[in-house]
C-alpha cells in the first residue's frame, strides 16, 4: 500500500524540481543570464528563488528517496532477494538517467540518484547515520568552494560579446542538441564522483534516518521554535549568498547554499504534513503527481526541449522565451 505523505512530499519536490529546471532547458551551460541592470521586481524574485527554490526540492527528493528504500527494504523480508530487487529498480533507473542525460537533458538527476541509492543500501541496517550524514553532506561542499577558488568563471551579462556568442550558438537541430547533451552529460558523469554523488548520499542517508524517527509517519513532533530557528537559520545564510551574488565571494559562497537547502526542506516537510491533516483534498493532488513521478520528470524535458529548440527556432528565441515563461526560478 502506498504512502499519500510520501508521494505528496515527492510530488510536490518534483513540481518545484521543474520551475527550478526551466531555465537550463534554454541554456544548460549558463542556466539565466542577467540583464545589465536588474529592476526592482527581478531583484526581489531572484531573492525569493534563492531562499525557497535553490537546491530546497532536490534535498526534500533525496530526503524522500532515502525513505522509499528503507520503506522498499521493510516491506518485504529483508535479505539477499530483497536487496536484488531493490538493485534492479536502481539499475534500471541509471539506465533511464543516461538515456535521458544523453538524449533529452544533460541535467539529469536520475543517474545520481541510482548511483547513490546503490551506496546508500550499505545503510540500511547501520544504527546510527549522522555521522555519515555530515561528513557526506558537507565535504563535497568544501570541496567544490576550493574548486570555485581555483577556477573562477567570469560573469557577463546579456550586454556582453559572450552572450551574443552564446545566443549564437545554441542549437537549433536535434543533430547539434545531441551533440551538445554528449559534451555536457560526460561533464556531468565526471562531476558525479567528485562531489554530487556524496552530497546525494549523505541526503538520503538523512531521509533514511527521519523516517526511522517517525517523520515521515506524522510520529516525530518539532517545537515551533525548532522549526523557526530553521526557517531564520537557512534564510539568514541565503540572504548573505544572495548579496554577494555579484562578487567572487559570491561565487565561493553559492556552493553553501547546499547546506542551506538542508532546513529549509525539512520546514517543507513538516509544512506538508500540516497540509496532509488539514487540506487532504490538496495532499491528494500531490500524491498523484508523486505516483507518477518518473514520467512526468522524463515529460518535463520533452516539454522544455520542444517549447526552447524546437517551436521557437530563430536565434535567441529559446533564451527569451525562458525569460518570459520563469525568470523568477532562477
Known amino acids: 500500500m ?6 505528496s512530499l515527492r510530488g510536490f519536490a518534483l513540481l518545484g524540481l521543474s520551475l527550478t529546471n526551466l531555465f537550463f532547458m534554454a541554456n544548460f551551460a549558463y542556466g539565466y543570464v542577467s540583464p545589465v541592470t536588474r529592476d526592482g521586481v527581478e531583484s526581489a524574485l531572484s531573492l525569493l528563488t534563492t531562499v525557497f527554490a535553490d537546491g530546497r526540492f532536490r ?6 528517496f532515502g525513505a522509499a528504500l528503507v520503506i522498499q527494504y521493510k516491506a518485504h523480508n529483508k535479505g ?3 536487496l536484488f530487487v531493490i538493485k534492479s529498480r536502481l539499475c534500471v533507473l541509471g539506465i533511464f538517467g543516461v538515456l535521458h542525460g544523453y538524449l533529452l537533458w ?51 551579462d546579456r550586454s556582453s560579446a559572450e552572450y551574443a556568442t552564446l545566443l549564437s550558438s545554441l542549437p537549433v537541430s536535434y543533430a547539434e542538441l545531441l551533440s551538445e547533451n554528449i559534451s555536457h ?6 562531476l558525479i564522483p567528485l562531489a554530487t554523488l556524496w552530497n546525494t548520499l549523505g541526503l538520503m542517508l538523512l531521509g533514511m534516518e527521519l523516517y526511522e524517527r517517525g517523520w515521515f509517519s506524522g510520529q516525530a513532533f518539532v517545537s515551533a521554535k525548532m522549526m523557526w530557528a530553521w526557517w531564520w537559520g537557512s534564510v539568514l545564510a541565503s540572504l548573505l549568498i544572495w548579496s554577494n551574488n555579484e562578487t567572487i565571494l559570491g561565487q565561493m559562497l553559492e556552493t553553501l ?36 513521478s518518473l514520467s512526468l520528470y522524463l515529460l518535463q ?24 515563461l520563469g525568470f523568477s526560478w532562477h
Open 2 to 7: 502506498r504512502n499519500q505523505y510520501l508521494d
Open 59 to 64: 534535498t526534500l527528493f533525496c530526503l524522500v
Open 80 to 82: 539477499v532477494d530483497n
Open 106 to 156: 544533460p541535467g539529469d538527476i536520475l543517474l545520481n540518484y541510482a548511483l547513490s541509492g546503490l551506496l546508500a543500501l550499505m545503510w540500511l541496517d547501520a544504527k546510527h547515520r549522522l555521522l555519515s550524514v555530515a561528513l557526506l553532506t558537507v565535504l563535497p561542499v568544501i570541496l567544490l568552494v576550493i574548486l570555485s577558488i581555483l577556477v573562477s568563471e567570469p560573469g557577463f
Open 185 to 190: 552529460f560526460n561533464m556531468m558523469i565526471i
Open 257 to 292: 547554499n547546499w547546506l542551506a537547502a538542508i532546513p529549509m526542506a525539512l520546514c517543507y516537510l513538516v509544512l506538508l504534513q500540516a497540509i496532509h491533516q488539514l487540506w487532504p483534498k490538496l495532499s491528494q493532488v500531490l500524491a498523484i503527481v508523486g505516483r507518477y
Open 301 to 324: 524535458s520533452v516539454v522544455g526541449i520542444l517549447v526552447f529548440h524546437f517551436l521557437f527556432l530563430q536565434p535567441g528565441c529559446p533564451l527569451l522565451v525562458s525569460s518570459i
